[in-house]
């Protein structure tokens, strides 16, 4: 039966122990491990493209409790790819190890690819070559997608041995699924366990590179070699460009000793931005000018507004003069914490108005600055003069309009 192509992405990890078996440079060792997914995305009888999604070598120290028993190793693995803070997508993580088990040379989860615990651990006995690798990988990968391994029982009348049988170990020739392994991967894709593989993976054209102090995707931290990183970035694990185990931040303004500081709480009317001129409101940093205008637009269209707009060369809503705001927010005799009065019960508008009924607009202008008296310097004195007149002035003018219009009806 024909089946549709499908992709596995794959995560390879290798510990300290095969590291040292290999006896290779760091970029040796990363090439051996693609060649042993290369030799195994070779083996085509299921119709599973195999693409290497991320590696990593342990070389300094192991990430896991070593143990000679395999279930319980696999275990920790599996644990210490549900804890990663790591970004990385795949289907399923194999370990490569030199780690002598007991009876097995590989094991892994079951049935387990597309899930949390899709993972298996393999066991290199000596050095082997990149294709005996991609053997014990796809033997592997094969129990994790639904397959079993049966055993030969009659050898003569057997059919050829099949990569997910016992006797593989002993048979160099070993380069494909039988025809009843095949059957019961089918079984488990019909099943809906596979339905991750059916998810074409992204082809990157650069590959990231650790310790070339660029941070690329997949990266938490590039801090160089392992010298390097103790005095530049001491939470970053050179080899991995990994966090520590315990660190929740690297560099930064904000990170100190490799940890976030606490989310602090500024209270409302504390200065803040990068010039002070800004305040805390609710734990935003708000802006007087970027309020003006939320609230009033970038412009007004009032004859008057326009007419200061142009006076002043302004762009439109902005923070108003602190001798306007006192004047129009404050009364006429200044009730805010550095004046006392009597009497502050007397708003700016009712006396404007009060004394516009009584004495007209000239003769109330005057009273006004008589009763306002305070030293302006020139510019505050042109700006008071010209809001007041603009304010008598558009009060005139509605006055006019609306005893026009009474005398009209």
Known sequence: ??????FLKLSLFMDQSAAKLLNLSLDQTLAYMLECVNALDLVTQINVRVSLSYTEVWIAENRIKKN???LFELNDFINLLAGERVNVIHDAALFLSATKFNKSLSFSAAHSVCSERAAGMIGMAEKISPYHCSVLMAHTLGHMMGMSGT????????????????QYEQNGNVYQFSNCSKEEFLSWIIAGSG????????QKIAQSKCGNKIIDEGEQCDCGNAEECESID???VAHTCMLKADAQCSRGLCCDKCRCPPNRHI??????????????????CRHASADCQEIWGPGMFHYAYLILQTLLHSTGASVANDMCFRI????VCFCDVSWTSDDCSVRLESAILVNIWKYGFNNARSLFQ?????DFDSKDKLIVSLAIALLLTTFGLLLYQGAYTAYRI
Not at 328 to 331: I, V, Y
């Open 1 to 6: 039966m024909e089946m549709d192509t499908k």
């Open 68 to 70: 000679n028993q395999i």
């Open 151 to 166: 055993l030969q029982i009659d050898k003569e009348k057997a059919a050829p041995l099949g990569i997910m049988e016992h």
């Open 195 to 202: 339905h991750c593989l059916y998810n074409r993976p992204m």
């Open 234 to 236: 001491p939470c970053c």
């Open 267 to 284: 209270l409302n009317g504390k200065t803040c931005g990068l010039r002070n001129d800004g305040y805390c409101y609710n734990g935003e």
């Open 328 to 331: 129009l927010n404050m009364g």
């Open 370 to 374: 008589q009763e306002m008296s305070i």
